[in-house]
């Protein structure tokens, strides 16, 4: 093969990978401050993945990650780990709680939720909505919390 056309082959695909750091899916993964791409759900997860360090940086609070069946026969258990399930949120999340009534009881719901959305869904929580007993609720409500671990059932 010519020499020149190799140079210009391998300019090409230098090219091409560059122009590449723009092609992550927002949806599914994170694009590093390198370009490289990670699968989105590693981003502030408390593991460096990206080469520069950069998914691990401008992380929110730490909060449980998790869902589970309320028991009211047991309603101090606290179905989530912490060893097990804690999830580093984005820097625009905050810490939630869920309850939601379903045919078979209640699910409690843990995770990160944008801070702006946990607001007007807590907004819109039914006057039965009480923290402390998921058990007297209604409806589906949903409590933030500004602080680490706070979003315990």
């Known amino acids: 093969m010519n020499s020149k056309l190799c140079v210009v082959l391998l300019v090409l695909m230098s090219v091409l990978r560059s122009g590449a750091s723009a092609q992550c899916n927002p949806r599914y993964e994170y694009e590093c401050g390198d370009g490289t791409c990670i699968i989105r759900y590693w981003r502030c997860d ?15 609070q730490v909060c449980y ?39 078979n009881g209640i699910i409690i719901s843990l995770g990160c939720m944008n801070q702006l959305e946990c607001s007007v869904n807590n907004s819109k929580n039914d ?27």
């Open 46 to 60: 408390g593991v460096h993945d990206c080469k520069d360090n950069s998914d691990e940086t401008n992380c929110g």
């Open 65 to 103: 990650d998790c869902s589970y069946k309320y028991d009211p026969d047991y309603p101090d258990y606290f179905g989530c780990m912490p060893d097990k399930y804690p999830n580093y949120c984005f820097k625009d999340e905050i810490c939630s709680t869920e309850y939601t009534k379903t045919e």
């Open 127 to 153: 006057d039965s909505c009480n923290k402390d007993d998921p058990g007297a609720t209604e409806t589906s409500c949903t409590f933030c919390c500004d602080s680490e671990y706070c979003n315990d059932a």
